[in-house]
């Protein structure tokens, strides 16, 4: 195992290992998810975007979302797969759940 040493503003440490511990997980445990993830994906699992920017388009779109969502359920090993998914659609902005598999 190596260990990882990086300055995280307290505050943010502090929401982050709440949440984390209200899932059951160590922090180390999230950060080693975000770094599998980010490794299997080459690049960050979510978009990197400036929140500050004015948008003239979705921020995602719904193909990608399905590209994701199947790539995630395909995965051998996946342990516990989620059988659907919840989002905002951007075209409605209403909450829309779609299947991932079969039930």
Same mark, same amino acid.
Request: glycine share 4%; proline share 6%; aromatic share 6%.
């Given at each position: 195992?190596?260990?990882?040493? &990086?300055?995280?503003? +307290?505050?943010?440490?502090? +929401?982050? #290992?709440? @949440?984390?511990?209200?899932?059951?997980?160590?922090?180390?445990?999230?950060?080693? @998810? %975000?770094? !599998?993830? %980010?490794?299997? #994906?080459?690049? %960050?699992? =979510?978009?990197?975007?400036?929140?500050?920017?004015? %948008?003239?388009?979705?921020? =995602?779109?719904?193909?990608?979302? /399905?590209?994701?969502?199947?790539? &995630?359920?395909? !995965?051998?090993?996946?342990?516990?797969? &989620? !059988?659907? @998914?919840? =989002? @905002?659609?951007? $075209?409605?902005?209403?909450?829309? $759940? !779609?299947?991932?598999? /079969?039930?």
């Amino acid at each position: 195992m190596a260990t990882i040493s &990086a300055r995280i503003d +307290e505050q943010l440490k502090n +929401e982050a #290992e709440q @949440i984390a511990e209200s899932i059951g997980l160590s922090l180390s445990t999230v950060i080693n @998810i %975000f770094l !599998k993830r %980010f490794t299997a #994906e080459r690049g %960050f699992p =979510f978009n990197v975007i400036d929140p500050t920017a004015d %948008f003239k388009t979705p921020l =995602f779109n719904l193909n990608d979302l /399905d590209q994701t969502v199947n790539r &995630a359920i395909s !995965k051998p090993g996946l342990k516990n797969p &989620a !059988k659907h @998914i919840t =989002f @905002i659609d951007p $075209t409605t902005n209403e909450l829309t $759940t !779609k299947m991932t598999g /079969d039930e």
